[in-house]
């Protein structure tokens, strides 16, 4: 490879106009030249961009690469220079390694087992009537987000923890100013104080009451206040921003993919493989990164220790050597193995949770509206920016015959 080796030099790529479900192009340009790329952060600083499906895979799976904050001095929209990045936060355990991760992690693992995740769907499935039936009773047009793909997941992970219901309106706003991309850094740290004020206050009354929730349930170990606070402030964030906006996403895609959303009303039995297609092709969690631990060899190349990796979910899952006609949306594909969901020990805690919603909602909204349709044309869809870190659409405008 030696100097021949491609070099990526801006992220985040804007995606082509017109392509709002494919990675941006400059990220399918750097697969095809093969699956690692050098990368150049801001101020200079040297990295990798990882697009291949097995490199990818590998270093999720390698305990040489470090999930830890401080160590990620380097990152695509800001230069630190000098500045020393702090730890990640008691509690917010995707940002390190083990064994510190291991305790928080290992605590939740039973609350979300698939088993315990099928249960809720009852639960879900009366949300989702909820929601289709209001939004019915309104008439069309209406913005998918706000009236479907947002509420329900957010009702569901706010229930399971314990938050509220009257308190799920605030909070779920300031969540979303952490994953717009287009919040101020003042405005970003008002709504992370104004987060972390509401959980010191829910932790402080589960401690003093426990419900039957998650966090009540956590309350009963060894965990301090500030840790409790850290998990929840992981779990209630991620639990609703993700699968919000593959709801939204996703039905946009089956929209745009006719014969496709004809075959999932078509057959109820392919709503398994059809969550399974959407999360590979639409990809929303976009990148991570890692830092290399000690010198490592990867894809031919040495990472240096000390070194930060990017790592590109969306090209992986889009990789021709690892699924045929990748930019294809076929909700009858059998090799799965996407890599949505990560992999390794980070693996998502949430991902039998986001099954079970993606599996009810998206059947029942397109069996109960089967004339629904984009209210406006399609280029007029508005995506959330490419430095958002959960792709997806602003507001999906969508119209029914009454």
């Not at 064994?99 to 989702?128: A, C, D, N, S, W």
Request: with cysteine; aromatic share 6%; charged share 25%.
């Amino acid at each position: 490879m030696g100097e021949s080796l491609h070099t990526v030099t801006t992220l985040p790529a804007a995606r082509q106009p017109g392509c709002p479900f494919d990675p941006p192009a400059e990220l399918i340009d750097a697969r095809r030249h093969g699956p690692i790329s050098r990368y150049v952060f801001p101020g200079g600083h040297p990295g990798w961009l990882i697009t291949g499906y097995d490199l990818v895979r590998s270093v999720l799976a390698d305990s040489r690469f470090s999930s830890r904050k401080e160590l990620m001095r380097h990152h695509p929209l800001i230069d630190y220079g000098d500045i020393e990045v702090p730890p990640a936060p008691p509690g917010e355990f995707l940002l390190m390694d083990e064994p510190q991760h291991g305790r928080y992690r290992k605590p939740l693992v039973g609350k979300f087992t698939v088993r315990r995740m099928r249960q809720l769907t009852e639960r879900v499935e009366q949300i989702t009537a909820d929601h289709l039936d209001a939004m019915a009773k309104a008439g069309p047009p209406v913005d998918l987000v706000t009236a479907f793909a947002r509420p329900i997941p957010a009702i569901i992970i706010c229930e399971l923890l314990g938050v509220p219901y009257e308190d799920r309106g605030s909070f779920q706003e300031h969540i979303d100013r952490f994953f717009d991309g287009e919040t101020g850094d003042e405005d970003m740290l008002a709504a992370y104080i104004a987060v972390q004020q509401y959980l010191a206050q829910l932790v402080a009354a589960k401690c003093a009451n426990p419900t039957d929730d998650v966090l009540s349930d956590l309350t009963g170990g060894d965990l301090t206040d500030e840790e409790l606070r850290g998990m929840a402030l992981i779990l209630l964030s991620a639990g609703f921003d993700t699968t919000a906006n593959m709801l939204a996403l996703g039905t946009f895609a089956l929209l745009r993919n006719p014969a496709q959303l004809a075959a999932l009303r078509a057959d109820p039995a392919l709503t398994d493989g059809a969550v399974e297609e959407l999360l590979r092709y639409l990809t929303v969690v976009k990148t991570f990164m890692r830092t290399a631990l000690q010198d490592v060899e990867l894809g031919g190349q040495t990472i240096k220790a000390g070194t930060t990796v990017i790592l590109s979910y969306n090209t992986a899952n889009r990789d021709p050597e690892r699924f045929t006609d990748p930019h294809l949306l076929d909700l009858r594909r059998q090799n799965s193995g996407h890599l949505a969901f990560g992999h390794g020990i980070h693996q998502c805690l949430g991902q039998q949770l986001a099954r079970v919603e993606m599996r009810v909602a998206l059947p029942a909204l397109v069996n109960r509206f089967p004339t629904l349709r984009l209210a406006v044309p399609a280029e007029e869809v508005v995506l959330r920016p490419e430095t958002a870190d959960i792709h997806g659409v602003k507001s999906l405008p969508v119209t029914w015959d009454v």
